[in-house]
């Protein structure tokens, strides 16, 4: 049954029109980096407001984090209110192939300051890890350590980052003798700019961390390959065969 009434999550939010429930959920989610994202989603209606609970800072505008409650309250004289109805919009979105890979400057397991332009020139494996020293990411650091060799022989650069202090990554980088370089991107901005900040379920809730994700970066300073989803098991292999084969057609 349609209503007259203007819902905020339209792109034009000024002009009413005839809108049943199934409309609203087609239309609310068929262009996620229209909703949301302005200011007419903190207006307030007669009948409905919508209000913003969570946001993160980005580094670019497509790539907004906004989690909203769609509230139900009571106009004067009105009918009661209905039951709040709470969801998540899509979250970051990664960076893709052919994108200019964000600068950044993090420091390093022994307070080194690294920079991203600094290594332009040669092919970089970025790979984004939740937490040190935790199973799976250990997993996949031990991997990366049995493979480092061979990775360096195809000229590639290997970091790893996640959001941990350069304290906590010495001391994993020292508990398995990790040969290679572990970034420190504890305000998690990095991960933001390179859009692997997620929504994940732990132990029943919802919270927001880093999505296992590796980019290899090219020498010219675009991102040349995305590998999503990463599953710690294999994972460095994954990425020394590929590495392998772009070496080789680019002989």
Same mark, same amino acid.
């Given at each position: 049954?349609?209503?007259? *009434?203007?819902? =905020?999550?339209?792109?034009?939010?000024?002009?009413?029109?005839?809108?049943?429930?199934?409309?609203?959920?087609?239309?609310?989610?068929? !262009?996620?980096?229209?909703?949301?994202?302005?200011?007419?989603?903190?207006?307030?209606?007669?009948?409905?407001?919508?209000?913003?609970?969570?946001?993160?800072?980005?580094?670019?505008?497509?790539? *907004?984090?906004?989690?909203?409650?769609?509230?139900?309250?009571?106009?004067?004289? /009105?009918?009661?209110?209905?039951?709040?109805?709470?969801?998540?919009? =899509?979250?970051?979105?990664?960076?893709?192939?052919?994108?200019?890979?964000?600068?950044?400057?993090?420091?390093?397991?022994?307070?080194?300051? +690294?920079?991203?332009?600094?290594?332009?020139?040669?092919?970089?494996?970025?790979?984004?890890? %939740?937490?040190?020293?935790?199973? /799976?990411?250990?997993?996949?650091?031990?991997?990366?350590?049995?493979?480092?060799?061979?990775?360096? $022989?195809?000229?590639? &650069?290997?970091?790893? +980052?996640?959001?941990?202090?350069?304290?906590?990554?010495?001391?994993?980088?020292?508990?398995?003798?990790?040969?290679?370089?572990?970034?420190?991107?504890?305000?998690?901005?990095?991960?933001?700019?390179? /859009? &692997?900040?997620?929504?994940?379920?732990?132990?029943?809730? $919802? &919270?927001?961390?880093?999505?296992?994700?590796?980019?290899?970066?090219?020498?010219?300073?675009?991102?040349?390959? &995305?590998?999503?989803?990463?599953? %710690?098991?294999?994972?460095?292999? *994954?990425?020394?065969?590929?590495? $392998?084969? !772009?070496?080789?057609?680019?002989?």
């Amino acid at each position: 049954m349609g209503t007259s *009434e203007v819902f =905020p999550f339209a792109a034009i939010c000024s002009t009413p029109s005839a809108r049943g429930p199934r409309s609203f959920f087609c239309d609310t989610f068929r !262009s996620p980096g229209t909703i949301c994202g302005r200011s007419s989603c903190a207006a307030q209606h007669t009948a409905k407001q919508i209000t913003p609970v969570a946001s993160a800072t980005i580094a670019r505008p497509r790539n *907004e984090i906004l989690q909203c409650k769609i509230v139900e309250t009571a106009a004067e004289g /009105g009918t009661p209110a209905l039951p709040a109805l709470d969801f998540d919009l =899509p979250g970051e979105i990664p960076m893709k192939v052919n994108n200019k890979a964000p600068d950044f400057t993090l420091q390093d397991e022994n307070g080194k300051e +690294i920079a991203l332009k600094d290594l332009r020139g040669k092919t970089v494996v970025l790979y984004f890890y %939740p937490r040190a020293d935790t199973p /799976g990411c250990t997993i996949e650091a031990c991997e990366f350590r049995d493979s480092y060799r061979k990775m360096q $022989k195809t000229g590639a &650069v290997l970091l790893g +980052i996640s959001p941990d202090t350069p304290k906590a990554q010495k001391k994993f980088q020292d508990k398995f003798s990790l040969p290679f370089t572990l970034l420190a991107d504890a305000d998690k901005k990095v991960a933001e700019a390179f /859009g &692997v900040m997620k929504e994940k379920n732990m132990y029943g809730k $919802k &919270v927001w961390g880093v999505a296992r994700t590796t980019f290899v970066i090219g020498p010219d300073g675009k991102i040349q390959h &995305v590998f999503e989803k990463v599953k %710690p098991e294999g994972h460095a292999e *994954e990425v020394l065969a590929y590495l $392998k084969e !772009s070496a080789k057609g680019a002989a």
